[in-house]
């Protein structure tokens, strides 16, 4: 028997400077370009690894404050949608974070990820973003972390989109799906390779209106929104989700993307403007294999026709769990 809920702090690290993903667009980089960026990458990994002392003092400073009462409190079950005009502030009326600082002994996920062929543009301001999905309920409490500063990243929208447990996503509940855990999307498009995407910051606003408009390269078949949504992080860098536990299709194992934006602007029908802001990290979550053994097996999961992929078959996780990174929530 599994639990119905499960509660992980999954920790994020933003970075002063990091590609944006534009869609649809990547491409083969040079040795010397992959050379260059991996030197970075392990910068950014000594940097840091060097904040760590900074989130344990911040912890205990925070200890006695944390409201015990809140651990295994379920959250409500209605999704929230807040709607703003043009900038986000935090309110009294969101969701308290089960954890309400960074914690030190969960992941530092690799900064440079490409956000793959099923992201969508304009998504809700939410934090509960599981609509009528079946599956194991998921409280996910997330920390952002700027390393230049060692110091939690306040007002920094997190956005997150997994597939459901039966292995679809919202906006392509008809695709044919199977991105191979070597970084191929469906029907041979390389959208979610480890070839990072061109461009930097980026500047421009996206169109206004409602959710939709494929990010990836994948053309969307429905206008469905479960299991995607943003929301701001609070002065202490956290915010939390409540989600299902991810299924899996053909070619990756259970995992969840992330994108993280600074000076973003909503729309006035509560929709995120995709990329309108600055892009600081573009990522993706796993969990352990001992976990999903114990979860995809059972109940709706087992239902899915896709292939089963495990954590050590998927190519992108190889990456992200490289040099030193630890790219599972816990």
Same mark, same amino acid.
């Given at each position: 028997m599994i639990s119905k809920s499960l509660t992980i702090a999954a920790g994020l690290v933003a970075l002063a400077t990091v590609a944006s993903g534009h869609p649809g667009e990547s491409h083969t980089l040079p040795r010397a370009e992959l050379h260059r960026r991996q030197l970075e990458a392990n910068k950014r990994h000594i940097v840091a690894r060097n904040c760590?002392?900074?989130?344990?003092?911040?912890?205990? !400073?925070?200890?006695? !404050?944390? /409201?015990?009462? !809140?651990?295994?409190?379920?959250?409500?079950?209605?999704?929230?949608?807040?709607?703003?005009?043009?900038?986000?502030?935090?309110?009294?009326?969101? #969701?308290?974070?089960?954890?309400?600082?960074?914690? #030190?002994?969960?992941?530092?996920?690799?900064?440079?990820?490409?956000?793959?062929?099923?992201?969508?543009?304009?998504?809700?301001?939410?934090?509960?973003?599981?609509? /009528?999905?079946?599956?194991? #309920?998921?409280?996910? /409490?997330?920390?952002?972390?700027?390393?230049?500063?060692?110091?939690?990243? /306040?007002?920094?929208?997190?956005?997150?989109?997994?597939? #459901?447990?039966?292995?679809?996503?919202?906006?392509?509940?008809?695709?044919?799906?199977?991105?191979?855990?070597?970084?191929?999307?469906?029907g041979g498009n390389s959208t979610e390779s480890m070839a990072l995407p061109t461009g930097t910051e980026s500047s421009s606003a996206a169109p206004t209106g409602a959710p939709g408009g494929g990010g990836g390269s994948t053309g969307m078949t429905d206008q469905l929104s479960f299991l995607r949504g943003g929301y701001a992080t609070n002065s202490e860098g956290m915010v939390e989700f409540s989600t299902v536990y991810p299924g899996f299709y053909t070619g990756r194992t259970v995992h969840i993307h992330t994108m993280v934006h600074t000076n973003y602007s909503v729309a006035t029908n509560g929709s995120i403007i995709s990329h309108a802001g600055s892009v600081r990290h573009i990522g993706q979550l796993f969990f352990d294999d001992t976990l999903n053994e114990k979860i995809v097996t059972q109940g709706v999961y087992a239902n899915t026709t896709e292939s089963r992929t495990y954590n050590d078959a998927d190519g992108i996780l190889d990456s992200e769990n490289a040099d030193g990174y630890n790219a599972y929530a816990s």
């Open positions: 760590a002392p900074q989130i344990a003092e911040f912890n205990a !400073k925070r200890k006695a !404050k944390r /409201d015990l009462a !809140k651990l295994g409190v379920e959250p409500m079950l209605n999704g929230r949608h807040f709607r703003r005009q043009e900038s986000v502030t935090s309110t009294a009326t969101a #969701n308290s974070p089960t954890y309400t600082t960074i914690q #030190n002994s969960t992941c530092v996920t690799t900064p440079e990820v490409t956000e793959g062929p099923y992201y969508v543009n304009n998504e809700l301001l939410r934090q509960d973003i599981r609509d /009528d999905q079946e599956g194991v #309920n998921l409280v996910l /409490d997330i920390g952002v972390m700027d390393v230049t500063t060692c110091q939690p990243l /306040d007002q920094a929208l997190v956005e997150i989109w997994h597939c #459901n447990a039966t292995g679809h996503y919202s906006g392509f509940t008809s695709a044919n799906m199977g991105g191979g855990g070597n970084g191929t999307a469906p």
